[in-house]
Structures are given as C-alpha cells and as structure tokens.
C-alpha cells in the first residue's frame, strides 16, 4: 500500500515536473522572440547615417582589426561605392601593435 503511494505521488511528481518544463520552455521562447523582434526593430531605428560632403577625408583609425580592414580593401570600396559623387579620400592611421595589453 505504501509502494502504491510513493509511486503514484513519484508519477504525479513527474507529470508536474513534465508539465512545468513545457509552460517554461513555452515561455522562454516567447520571451526570445519578442527579445529579438525588439532588438531588431531597434537596430533599424536607431541606424546611424553618414553624410560626406565634396573631398572629405576619411580616417581609418585602429588596431590590428583596423589594419586588416584597410589592407583587404571591402571597407574602402564600400564606402567609395556609397558616396562615389562626393569622391572622399581615405588615410590609414591604423596601427597594429595597437592594443590594450600592449603586446606590441
């Protein structure tokens, strides 16, 4: 009689336990998609926008990432490309023992 209790309360336990993962895992998704629809209509709002007049110069100024940035030319033509009527200038400042550990 006492193996039948604790094993209908271990069931009961475990339908419980069961049924709590589920309204968890049910919440936790929705909570991640409402996080994401957020953040992205968030990252569109608040877009910075670049404006470039006539011959301005633009500086690349950095570290190692930097350095790689301007050696593999994407960022470069990304951005002659983009502002191609006001025809900007670029200087590299950049500079690759240019860290906070100061490895260099």
Do not use: C
């Not at 968030?42 to 990432?65: C, Y």
């Amino acid at each position: 009689m006492i193996y039948k209790r604790h094993a209908n309360q271990a069931r009961l336990l475990k339908a419980t336990v069961a049924k709590l993962a589920l309204q968890l895992f049910h919440d936790v998704r929705l909570l991640f998609f409402i996080s994401l629809s957020i953040s992205s209509f968030l990252t569109f709002a608040a877009e910075p926008t670049i404006s470039l007049v006539k011959d301005d110069v633009v500086v690349f100024l950095g570290g190692t990432d930097m350095v790689r940035a301007q050696r593999s030319g994407h960022l470069e033509t990304l951005l002659t490309w983009h502002f191609r009527e006001e025809t900007p200038k670029f200087r590299d400042m950049s500079w690759e023992a240019d860290t906070v550990f100061a490895l260099g």
